[in-house]
C-alpha cells in the first residue's frame, strides 16, 4: 500500500495594490526611469518657484486699497487695485449712482441660466420665461421708462456685458449652427453649396475682421438715415462666428451616425425631418457633447475681442479702470489675474455641466 506524504505548496506573494494614492503615484508617477526623472524635475521646478509665488500673492500681498502700501518695499501683490476699483471693472462705463441696474439685470440673467441648465426646468414654460428675463434686463439696463434714467449701449460694459453677449450669442448661434449642419448634408446642391461657403468663409477669417466689418463696414451699406445699433451688430457678427465652428462640430455628430439607421426610419415611412428630430440628432448631439461645450466656452472667452469696436467687456473695462489712473497703473497684471479668475469660475462651471450631460446621454449606453 503506497502512502502519500501531504506536501505543502509555498505560499504566493499577495498581489500587489492597484488602488489608493501609493498606486496611483506608481503608476503615473514613477512607472519607470523616465517618468522617474520627469516627476523629480518638475517637481523641483514647483518647490522652487510655488513657494515664491505664494509668499507674492497672499503672505506679502497688500489687500487694502492704499497706494503708498503697495509701493512698499517688501510689499506683495496689490489686491488694492481690486478694492478700488472693482465697480469699474464690474460695470464699465455705467452711470456710477446707477449700477445698481445692470447688477440687479446680470443676477436675474445668470439666473436663468442656472435654472436653464437643471433639467427638471425643461418645461414650456421656459422659452417665454426667457423673452421676460430679457425684456426686464434690457429695461434695467436701457432705461429712459419707469423713472429710470436713460443709458445708450455704447455705456454698457463689464461682467453684465460680457454675460449678455455669450448667452445670446450661444442661444442663437445653436439653430442656426442645426440649419447649417444639415445642410452641409443635403442632397440638394443648391443648399449644401450656401452652407459650405458660409462655414468656409467665416472659419477662413478672424473674429476680429468680422467685429470690424459688422461695426464698421456693415453701415456703409445701409440705406440713408437707417442706423443699427452697434451693440446688435456685434452680436450679430459673434452669433455668426460662433455658428460656423459649431455647424462643423454638429456635421461630425450626423456623420458618426450608421447609415443604416435613417435607412431604417426611410423603411418606417418616417419622413426627413420627423428622422432628424427622433433618430438621428439625438445620436448626433449625444456624441459631439464635449466639442459642443468647448465651442462654448470658446466663445465666451472671444467675447473679450468687442472692445476692438469700442464695447468695453470685461476685458476692456479693466484695462479703461486702471490704465486711465496714472497711480494704478504699474498694478494692472493683478487687475488680469482678477479677471483671469473670473473667466475661469464661469468656464470650469460650463465644462463641470458638459460631463453631467456627457453621464446623463451615456445611461441609455449602459444598459
Known sequence: MNTTTFQPIAA???PANTSGPLAWIKANLLADWATAVSTLVIGGVLLWYVPQILNWAFVKAVWLPSFDACQGKDAGACW????EKYRLIIFGRYPFEEQWRPLVATLI??????????RTCWKFWLAPLWLVVLAVYFLLMYGNVLNLSKVDTERWGGLPLTILLASLSLIMSFPIALLIALGRRSNLPAIRSFCTVYVELIRGVPLISVLFMASFMFPLFMPQGLQIDVLVRVLAGITLFAAAYLAEVIRGGLQAVPKGQTEA???LGLSYWQTQRKIVLPQALSMVVPGIMNSF???FKDTSLVTIVSLYELTGSMKLAISSDADWMPFIMEGYLFIALIYFIFCYGMSRYSQWVEKQVNKSKLR
Open 109 to 118: 440673467l445668470t439666473g436663468l441660466l442656472v435654472l436653464s441648465c437643471m
Open 12 to 14: 504566493r506573494p499577495a
Open 80 to 83: 488694492g487695485v481690486i478694492s
Open 265 to 267: 426610419a426611410a423603411t
Open 297 to 299: 466656452i470658446g466663445t
